[in-house]
Antibody, heavy 120, light 110 residues
Framework: EVQLVESGGGLVQPGGSLRLSCAAS????????MSWVRQAPGKGLEWVSA????????YYADSVKGRFTISRDNSKNTLYLQMNSLRAEDTAVYYC?????????????WGQGTMVTVSS | QSALTQPPSVSGSPGQSVTISCTGT?????????VSWYQQPPGTAPKLMIY???NRPSGVPDRFSGSKSGNTASLTISGLQAEDEADYYC??????????FGGGTKLTVL
């Protein structure tokens, strides 16, 4: 079964850093673009960042540009999100999502999410 | 990038049809057939229901259909069932090579 499992969430102070991971299984990971999508408590979905299958191309929402870095290790079938200079408004469940193929395609598989709380 | 506009809530009785609208701009919905719809029951991850405006992934009932006219996309659910009760989100690829979601619509089955 195609599966995505996120990890790395937790409580961090404002200005702090956190790295999220997303382990993929049962599909050819390097063939697909991947994204991170977040959902603040009681709020809607917000796209955060995407990366091409090769890892060469990356894309960011304006709200995280310059603070977050998306990357992937295709040898480990793992997607990452390095989050620096965290703010209270970054508090959310972070989902990793697989694109149907390219980064302009829909998100067809989602992980269960990992919670990030930014608070002092 | 501003969020796409969806009605906060819609409702219908079992067996009826409901339509959820999703309005964007000429930089997203109006320019690309890359509109998708997601179903999210409480406490669960989103699930893809419609991609590229009107295509259903394998396993999604044909009661779910999508369309687009200009800057507005729509999701129609016919033959409403209790299990359809959930939040629904539209999303579109944009001219900035990013993605934008709608604010979400809560569907209540009466």
């Amino acid at each position: 079964e195609v599966q995505l499992v996120e990890s790395g969430g937790g409580l961090v102070q404002p200005g702090g850093s956190l790295r999220l991971s997303c382990a993929a299984s049962e599909f050819t990971f390097s063939s697909y673009a991947m994204s991170w999508v977040r959902q603040a408590p009681g709020k809607g979905l917000e796209w955060v960042s995407a990366i091409s299958g090769s890892g060469v191309s990356t894309y960011y929402a304006d709200s995280v540009k310059g603070r977050f870095t998306i990357s992937r290790d295709n040898s480990k079938n793992t997607l990452y999100l390095q989050m620096n200079s965290l703010r209270a408004e970054d508090t959310a469940v972070y989902y990793c999502a697989k694109h149907r193929t390219r980064s302009k395609d829909a998100f067809d598989i989602w992980g269960q999410g990992t919670m990030v709380t930014v608070s002092s | 990038q501003s969020a796409l506009t969806q009605p906060p809530s819609v409702s219908g009785s079992p067996g009826q049809s409901v339509t959820i609208s999703c309005t964007g701009t000429s930089s997203d919905v109006g320019s690309y057939n890359r509109v998708s719809w997601y179903q999210q029951p409480p406490g669960t991850a989103p699930k893809l229901m419609i991609y590229e405006v009107s295509n259903r992934p394998s396993g999604v009932p044909d009661r779910f259909s999508g369309s687009k006219s200009g800057n507005t996309a729509s999701l129609t659910i016919s033959g409403l069932q209790a299990e359809d009760e959930a939040d629904y989100y539209c999303s579109s690829y944009t001219s900035s090579s990013t993605w934008v979601f709608g604010g979400g619509t809560k569907l209540t089955v009466l």
